[in-house]
Structure formats: C-alpha cells, structure tokens
C-alpha cells in the first residue's frame, strides 16, 4: 500500500462522497419535512440515467447541454409524484408508507425494463472518458464533473432553504406542521416543492453517477437501500448530516481500490454505521 | 370452516402434481416465517428488515450440523433456534440500551444481517459465496427426505404451529403488553408494563421461531445460499407478507403470503403464456400498483379487512 495510491483513494472517495452525499439529502429532506420514508427514491436516479442514456444515444443534445432541462423535467414530475400520489398517503401508518413506496419502487424499474429492455446500458460520452491528470493523480472527467454539478446543488438548495421566503417557509413546516398551518402557510405546496427538490437531488445523483457504471433497472434498489442508510447515519432530516454521511459512505467504498475487494469495503462501511447508531441513535445529526 | 381448509391441505398431495406441491411447500415455510415475524413486527411493533440473519444463522447451523457432523436436521433446527434466540435477544438488548427506535431500528437490523452475509461469504468453512448443496438421501430421523410430501406435512405442522402461538399471544397478557408497548411505549411504561422486558421478549421469542423456520427451508430446498438466507429481499417478503396480510393478526402473515406466492405464480404463467421479458415486467409494475392500492386502502392489510366485511360474528372486533 503506498502512499500515491492512498491519496488517490481519499480523493476520489471525497469526489464520490459528494455525488452520494445529494443522493442521500432527498432522502432525508422527504423524510425530514414530509415524514416520508420514500423507499422510490432510488428509482428517480435510476431514470436520471436513463434519462442520459437516451439524450446521448438519441437526441443530438449533449448530455451536460441538456441538464438544465433534465432538473426542470424532475421537478415537474416530483410535483406530480407528490399531487397523484404521496399526497394520499400522508395520513396513513408509517409501516404501510413503506409499503406504498416499494410498490412504487416496483413501477418505476419495471416500466424502465419495459422501456429499455433487460439488459445493462453503458453510457460513452467521449469528452467523459477523458482522463484528467494531476501530476501523478488520475482521474475520469466525469466524476469530477458529477461531484462538482452536486456540490454546485448542495450550495444552492442551501441557500434556498435559509435566504428564500419560501425555503425558510418549508423549514417551519418540517419543525411544526400545525404551527405552519395556523400562520397561513400552504403546507400542501410546501410539501409539494420539497418533493420536487427531492426528486431533483436523487435525479443530479443518477446524472453523475451514469458515466461510471452499467446502467440497468436494478441499480433503483441499490441506490434507495444506500440513500436511506446515508440518511440514517446522518440523521434523518438533517440534510448537512446527509452531506457529512454521504462523505464518510464515499470514502469507505474508495478504499475498495486499496484492497481491491468491494464487498469488505461495504461491510467496513456497514460495521460503522451499526457502530453509529449504537452511540448516536438518531444518526451523527438527527434531531433527538 | 377452519378445519374444512385444515382438511383441503391435508388431503391435497394425493392430488396435485410436484410443482404444485413445491409451490405450497415454499408458501407454508415463508408463512411459518411471516408468522414468526409478526411476533416481533406486528405485536411488539419491533419493524424489523433484518430477520434474514436470524434465518441464515438457523440455516447455516442446521446445514453445518447435518452435513459435517452428522446430527439430525431436527436437532440442528431446534440448536440453530435457540442459537438466533441469543442473536436476537443481543439485538434487542442493544436497541432497548442504546434507545434505537423505528426507523432507524429496521436500517440496523438491515446491517446486521448484511454484516452477517459478508462475514459467511468470507468464510471457507460455510462453504464461502457458493453455498453448501445437500446430498440427495433418505433419511427419515434427520429429516433428509427425496420426496417434497414429508416436507409438506412438516411445514403444514409448523404453520398450526405459529397459528396457535400467535392465538395464544393474542389472548394472554403478553399479547396485551405488546399492543399496548406498540402504540405508545411512553404511556404503556407509565402503567407500569416493562417495556424493556416486552420488546426483548418478543424479540426472542420471533428470533427462535424464525431461526427454526430457516432450518427446514434450507432442509426442503437441499441447498444453503448465503444471498439467499442473508439476503434482504427474504426480509422484504417476510415484512411484505405480514403487512400485506394484516399485522398483529393470527391470520394476516398467512393470507399475505398465500397472496404474495399466488400473484408471484400467475406472473410467472402469464410471462410464460405471452412470452417475453418486458411482458413480464409490466404485469410486475401491475403488481406494484396492487401494493401501493393496498397500502392506501386496506391499510389494516387484508384479513382484518375480510372478517370485518364477512364475518358477523366476529371475535375479534374492537381489537387494535
């Protein structure tokens, strides 16, 4: 193990970690501000992939061109996700919203399979391929163009959600439902928009991450399971404790290309968390 | 009504063909299981995405009892029991200490299974990532059997079995404990119920079921994965079922899973008679809208739904 080989695996680990990190703040914003364990939520990177696979292979838009349309398009849909159908299900038990999202969950990757068929898509954008070097360091265009487009997300919903009328509106609703409602706020369009950014987080993640992995249907579950464990370590709600847990999540699955071995990777990064949770039970920033 | 169906299962394999036995094999094993996790999930409200490891560790002891040292698969299923008693009573001593409640409860018991899986999947002695493959003999005292009848009759037995636990449960005090533990453990503590107590009870006791229900699924299907036994999707369907049929009921985890198998059985024959992949996957997607109308309308699951509309005299009206 040496040392060039290290630095290389924290980078890249913060680069992903970054990617993971916006990927787990839907989650947790769904689950903060609505109550909603959204088990769908990987489905939604899961069509931000595809979404890619079709303007590349398809349409003549680039797929970076084409990414301001991408968001629009997510956060349409999450507003119709949440006026169709989360909005009927806000009142019902905890364990059967679980249930509903699985359903839905099962939706979204079997239309994907109807639609793109089976088998596993490889996204190749040439100007993505391109590898950028750093002296001795090495690295793919399009996962510092991923981490870059998340954090550029992350810095804006922040700035969204502490300097906007509307931002600091959803904070109150997700603090106290009743107050918000009997100073007037419409919580139902709050509830709506933070869905939409959800889906738009969960979408920038599946744009990101499509250059660097095989795309097929499955990949929907993979990535709700590792958005609802980021949220959990970080703390349910808490989207800057999302952030932090999506580092951590980035940077233990790096070490894979220390010990060339992905699934001790995972069980390290599944040890800590168990650890975790003993010690911080509501995750590292969860609200007590 | 009870005994008529009691008698309809009893008398069936001197009608039906292999597959279908097979078929209702799996369903039995998977609602003794669903029957064993709505002791821990349902009553005591413990939601639990992790009783997959306690079907591995009941599996793989069974497994590495019969096949390295010979002792029968019935002692095996009862040791692996009481080995994923202590696992499980580990589990919810660490949540009752460290206060890990709901949601993050069912992400931790996820971990521990997944930890579980990745720890055999390293191990040469239980056979690593391929699993370990039973030979095909007959024997009748250590539960070997070629035939799928014998395995029919066990797994109807352990199905009566859970029915009358959870009859039991539901009447005693503890039943009562746990429902009451379930909707508000501040309140319920405030009467004086230990809660602590309850949960590690229940917990146990889902445990041990749990563990023997993995023993004789590994047994009746000959061969031991650690994807499979420790797999997530084992504890989604052991959740699902057990929601779907309606939770902390005697009958739910088995109107649920009959359910689940049925549905899962007409998508195969459909794909098979229209052919195709993508066919396939949109009467899944079918399914999925199916869950989700369940989950919003029959949000008690299904069978508190059935006797509330079918059944005038009901025993258990008014029950949470």
């Known amino acids: 193990m040496n040392l060039e080989l290290v630095i290389r695996a924290l980078i890249s680990g913060i680069l992903l970690g970054a990617i993971y990190g916006v990927l ?52 349409i849909s999450g507003l119709f996700i949440y006026r169709f159908m989360f909005k009927y299900i806000l009142d019902i038990e905890h364990e059967m919203q679980i249930v509903f999202c699985l359903g839905l969950m099962i939706i979204f990757s079997n239309l994907a399979i109807v639609i793109f068929g089976p088998t596993s898509h490889l996204l190749s954008v040439p100007w993505l391929e391109k590898i950028i070097s750093f002296g001795d360091l090495a690295f793919k265009t399009a996962t510092i163009v991923g981490a870059a487009v998340s954090i550029l997300f992350v810095i804006l919903i922040h700035l969204f959600l502490t300097k906007t009328e509307t931002g600091k509106a959803i904070q109150a609703c997700a603090d106290n439902r009743k107050g918000a409602l009997l100073t007037g706020l419409n919580v139902e369009r709050m509830y709506a928009i933070a869905i939409g950014i959800s889906v738009v987080c969960s979408g920038i993640a599946g744009l990101a991450l ?26 349910a709600g808490s989207m800057g404790g999302a952030l932090v847990a999506g580092f951590i999540t980035g940077l233990l699955l790096s070490f894979q290309q220390i010990f060339y071995d992905l699934s001790l990777a995972i069980s390290i990064l599944y040890g800590i968390m168990l650890v975790i949770l003993m010690f911080r039970p509501t995750g590292l920033f969860g609200a007590k | 009504m009870g005994l008529l169906t009691l008698l309809f299962f009893l008398i069936i394999p001197f009608y039906a063909g292999d597959y279908l036995m097979q078929v209702l094999l799996f369903a039995f094993i998977t609602s003794y299981l669903c029957g064993a996790w709505n002791i821990a999930g349902g009553y005591g409200g413990l939601l639990s995405f992790g009783h ?126 746990l429902r009451a533990t379930r909707q508000s453990e501040e309140a319920s503590s405030a009467l004086g119920i230990n809660v602590t107590k309850m949960k590690v009870m229940s917990m146990t006791l889902s445990s041990f079921l749990t563990g023997v229900g993995g023993g004789l699924y590994v047994l009746a299907l000959r061969f031991c994965s650690p994807y499979d036994v420790f797999g997530i999707m084992f504890s989604v369907t052991l959740m699902l079922g057990t929601l779907l049929g309606g939770r902390a009921t005697v009958f739910g985890p088995i109107v649920g899973t009959f359910m689940l198998t049925g549905v899962k059985e007409g998508l195969t024959f459909t794909a098979e008679a229209t052919g195709g992949m993508s066919s396939f996957a949109l009467v899944l997607a079918a399914w999925g809208v ?29 029950h949470p």
């Open chain 2, 52 to 177: 997959a490891a306690f079907i591995g560790v009941g599996a793989y002891s069974t497994t590495v009892l019969l096949l390295y040292y010979g002792i029968a698969g019935w002692i095996g299923m009862i040791l692996g029991g009481f080995l994923s008693a202590g696992l499980g009573w580990l589990v919810s001593w660490t949540i009752c200490r460290f206060q890990i409640k709901g949601f993050y409860f069912a992400i931790g018991s996820m971990l521990v299974a997944e930890i579980l899986m990745s720890i055999v999947v390293r191990t040469r002695y239980l056979g690593r990532g391929m699993g370990i493959t039973f030979p095909s003999i007959q024997n009748a005292f250590h539960f070997q059997f070629i035939s799928v009848i014998p395995y029919y009759y066990i797994a109807l037995v352990f199905v009566c079995l859970i029915i009358l636990i959870a009859y039991l449960i539901e009447r005693s005090r503890l039943g009562w404990y």
């Open chain 1, 24 to 75: 787990g703040m839907g989650f947790s914003m769904v689950y903060g501000i609505v109550k909603l364990p959204n088990f769908a939520h990987g489905a939604f990177a899961m069509w931000g992939m595809y979404v890619l696979v079709v303007l590349a292979e398809h349409a003549q838009i680039g797929p970076y061109p084409g990414f301001i349309l991408n968001l629009l398009l997510f956060f």
């Open chain 1, 210 to 235: 499509a250059p660097l992995i095989p795309i097929h249907a499955g990949v929907g579950f993979d990535y709700a399971i590792l958005a609802c464990l980021i949220s959990v370590m970080g703390g």
């Open chain 2, 290 to 318: 199916i869950l989700c109308l369940v989950s919003k309308y029959l949000s008690r699951g299904i069978a508190p739904w059935v006797t509330d509309k079918f059944c005038k005299k009901n025993p258990w009206k008014g």
